[in-house]
């Protein structure tokens, strides 16, 4: 059973940074894209950072464009998203989840594209 678990959420101060982190177990991530998705209360989720299968290729949202970077470490079966100058409008629930099909050309940001999910990290901003 493919598993994901992140970690790294928590309570910071606006411009403040965090790094979150998706552990993949049961299988090789390393053919699959991936990507953070965040849900704030009372909102749907929305799609945050992807990046492909090889790692070549990343997408971001506006809002974080030039604020996180999306990485992976396919030997470690892990994937992180750094988070700098935080805002109180990115705190919500952050969110790995795994494409359903593996070497997909294209990184999606459509939520069901993605067919696991972990159980989510709290990140919240204080301003």
């Known amino acids: 059973q493919v598993q994901l678990v992140e970690s790294g959420g928590g309570l910071v101060h606006a411009g403040g940074a965090l790094r979150l982190s998706c552990a993949a177990s049961?299988?090789?991530?390393?053919?699959?894209?991936m990507a953070w998705f965040r849900q704030a209360p009372g909102k749907e989720r929305e799609f945050v950072a992807g990046i492909s299968w090889s790692g070549s290729a990343t997408v971001y949202a506006d809002s974080a464009k030039g604020r996180f970077t999306i990485s992976r470490d396919n030997a470690n079966n892990t994937v992180s998203l750094r988070m700098n100058i935080l805002k109180p409008e990115d705190t919500a629930v952050y969110y790995c989840?795994?494409?359903?099909?593996?070497?997909?050309?294209?990184?999606?940001?459509?939520?069901?594209?993605?067919?696991?999910w972990g159980q989510g990290t709290q990140v919240t901003v204080s301003s």
């Open positions: 989840a795994a494409d359903r099909l593996p070497t997909r050309a294209i990184v999606s940001t459509t939520p069901n594209v993605y067919n696991i």
């Open positions: 049961g299988r090789r991530n390393s053919n699959y894209a």
